[in-house]
């Protein structure tokens, strides 16, 4: 069982950043990794994830970066450039084993909580 607890989130002005972790209460060094998001009215969306490709949405390409340490079992999501459109509850997930395409339905084992991030214009 593999337990997800993310921190970071918070409110920033537009063109602000923000760093976003998940910190995993077991090794997830041989786990995907990824973000979604969620904001109201809105379906939950893959923002990034890093396996044996890593994803970004389109929307968030060039702006947002993920990375992880595996000796420390946490995964990072750096915001730069926000915009309120950014706006939403972020979450953190984990699936065993490797993704190298990330289709849509796939299934992740892990959640979060969930973090809020705010983006005000």
């Known amino acids: 069982q593999v337990q997800l607890v993310e921190s970071g989130g918070g409110l920033v002005q537009a063109g602000g950043s923000l760093r976003l972790s998940c910190a995993a209460s077991?090794?997830?060094?041989?786990?995907?990794m990824g973000w979604f998001r969620q904001a109201p009215g809105k379906e939950r969306e893959l923002v990034a994830a890093t396996s044996g490709s890593t994803y970004y949405a389109d929307s968030v390409k060039g702006r947002f970066t993920i990375s992880r340490n595996n000796a420390k079992n946490t995964v990072f999501l750096q915001m730069n450039s926000l915009k309120p459109e950014d706006t939403a509850v972020y979450t953190c997930?984990?699936?065993?084993?490797?993704?190298?395409?990330?289709?849509?339905?796939?299934?992740?084992?892990?959640w979060g909580q969930g973090t809020q991030v705010t983006v005000s214009s």
């Open positions: 997930a984990a699936r065993q084993g490797t993704i190298y395409y990330y289709a849509d339905g796939l299934v992740w084992d892990y």
């Open positions: 077991g090794r997830t060094f041989s786990y995907a």
